[in-house]
């Protein structure tokens, strides 16, 4: 099942690694890549949710990252940059003892939305002041808890129709 999750959010980021260097022409073009936030965040938190077992994120992004490799512009670093997407969602579940609380998820995409907001505008090397950071790093956070509402919603959607359901659900 975690194979399948990892091949299906690949849909949405084989896209979104090729839009990726668009995102950082300019500062407003960053906004838009923290706009969009949540579809990164969905294929990362998507394994966790509706397969509810420990490391399930982790091994999702390695499965992502090594079909990367060959489908993404950016070549063996996809590996690097997709393990470290499931770390930031696999890190906040272990700190929570992988209860699986519905906000649980929230503090994993939230975790997930403020480093990689605060990671796009390092990037673009241009000095913001601190209402543009916040306003930047807060829409990659607000868009990430909506990628977790989401990703929650399709569980719930597979659940009901009796697709992925793991015994201890």
């Known amino acids: 099942m975690v194979t399948a999750l990892a091949v299906v ?25 923290c706009l969009i936030m949540g579809l990164w ?3 990362f938190l998507l394994p966790s949710v509706v397969v ?6 982790i091994i999702a992004s390695a ?12 070549g063996p670093m996809a590996i690097i940059g997709h393990v470290i997407g499931g770390a930031l969602i696999e890190a906040p ?12 998820y929230f503090v994993a995409a939230i975790a997930f939305g403020a480093f990689n907001g605060f990671g796009y ?3 673009v090397r241009v000095p913001f002041d601190f209402s543009m950071t916040a306003m930047m790093v807060g829409t990659a956070v607000v868009s990430s808890c909506i990628g977790a509402a989401l990703a929650i919603a399709i569980a719930h959607a597979l659940k ?3 697709v992925g359901v793991s015994v201890d659900n």
């Open 9 to 33: 959010g690949m849909i949405l980021i084989i896209p979104l690694n090729f839009a990726g260097p668009a995102l950082f022409a300019s500062p407003q073009t960053i906004l838009i890549g």
């Open 160 to 162: 009901k129709a009796n």
């Open 52 to 57: 509810r077992k420990p490391g399930s994120a």
């Open 121 to 123: 505008v390092g990037y």
């Open 63 to 74: 499965i992502m990252g090594i079909i990367g490799v060959f489908t993404t512009p950016v």
């Open 93 to 104: 579940l272990a700190c929570c003892l992988y209860k699986y609380k519905w906000w649980n």
């Open 41 to 43: 965040s969905l294929p």
